[in-house]
């Protein structure tokens, strides 16, 4: 199993960022996939999760209305585009998700925003 993430960097506040996690390593159509983020001296948090179709999704509170998550499933790929970034938003993002109860996280992609 093997979940790449990439798109990170610098962004001012109020800018865009779109996050990518490659899959690999498992059939990614029968696996909902799961965004964290963990900031500086701060716990690792969920962030968003999108069901195996696609039809589903959920977000936590502070990035509602501001980040979509997405998935291409004849990619084996995972999306969450950023929109109207703020500094709270600073932390590295982790691709996860679970197979047969045990969790495969991918190396991360920092993001900062600041100006």
């Known amino acids: 199993v093997q979940l790449v993430e990439s798109g990170g960097g610098l962004v001012q506040p109020g800018g865009s960022l779109r996050l990518s996690c490659a899959a690999s390593?498992?059939?990614?159509?029968?696996?909902?996939m799961i965004w964290h983020r963990q900031a500086p001296g701060k716990g690792r948090e969920w962030v968003a999760g999108?069901?195996?179709?696609?039809?589903?999704?959920n977000y936590r509170d502070s990035v509602k209305g501001r980040f979509t998550i997405s998935r291409d499933n004849t990619k084996n790929m995972v999306y969450l585009q950023m929109n109207n970034l703020k500094p709270e938003d600073t932390a590295v993002y982790y691709c996860?998700?679970?197979?047969?109860?045990?969790?495969?996280w991918g190396q991360g992609t920092q993001v900062t925003v600041s100006s």
């Open positions: 996860n998700t679970f197979i047969a109860g045990i969790p495969y």
């Open positions: 390593g498992f059939t990614f159509s029968r696996n909902g």
């Open positions: 999108i069901s195996v179709t696609g039809d589903t999704t």
